[in-house]
Antibody, heavy 117, light 108 residues
């Protein structure tokens, strides 16, 4: 079954850290670039980060640059997002998405990150 | 950064009627435009890529058109399962990949 399953969301205080994971199955994970996209409560979609299939290049939204790190372990079919110096405005559902032709053809169900004191 | 603007914000349509959603880019994105559907509590689902190519399994009542800066998603005869929020996204100039703010299609 082709799917992406996110985990690791939690409630965290401002300034804290969190690592999200995205487990891929049903396709050749190592053959595709992967994205993180977030959605604040009641808001639209915001692209967060992208990593190429072999991890050679990474790109970030300006809003998270220097605080978030995207990585992957192709031997474990898993994508990660390390989030440091979290802010209240980082509160959102975080989705991982598979890149295909530069658009996103498969999405996970998301994991909720809530940054609050 | 390319800004994507969708209109209207909300579209009220009766089942069986036609819905027309618009998306405008702040500069040309050629045909590198995708549409996604999102239902409450669910992940987005790819509907259209390349401005007009339906993704696998998407019904023929969904059609996309346009190029450059002006795009349209048409749902020819709305079914109950089509009431959702629809987002356009450009993937011509990246990073960043940018989305419109969404159009909510609600039951009239």
């Amino acid at each position: 079954q082709v799917q992406l399953v996110e985990s690791g969301g939690a409630v965290v205080q401002p300034g804290g850290s969190l690592r999200l994971s995205c487990a891929a199955s049903g396709f050749t994970f190592s053959g595709y670039g992967m994205h993180w996209v977030r959605q604040a409560p009641g808001k639209g979609l915001e692209w967060v980060a992208f990593i190429r299939s072999d991890g050679s290049n990474k790109y970030y939204a300006d809003s998270v640059k220097g605080r978030f790190t995207i990585s992957r372990d192709n031997s474990k079919n898993t994508l990660y997002l390390q989030m440091n110096s979290l802010r209240v405005e980082d509160t959102a559902v975080y989705y991982c998405a598979k890149n295909y032709g530069r658009y996103f053809d498969l999405w996970g169900r998301g994991t909720l990150v809530s940054v609050s004191s | 950064e390319i800004v994507m603007t969708q209109s209207p914000a909300t579209l009220s349509v009766s089942p069986g009627e036609r819905a027309t959603l618009s998306c405008r880019a702040s500069q040309s994105v050629s045909s590198n435009l995708a549409w996604y559907q999102q239902k409450p509590g669910q992940a987005p689902r790819l509907l259209v890529f390349g401005a007009s190519t339906r993704a696998t399994g998407i019904p023929a009542r969904f059609s996309g058109s346009g190029s450059g800066t002006e795009f349209t998603l048409t749902i020819s005869s709305l079914q109950s399962e089509d009431f959702a929020v629809y987002y356009c996204q450009q993937y011509n100039n990246w990073p960043p990949w940018t989305f419109g703010q969404g159009t909510k299609v609600e039951i009239k």
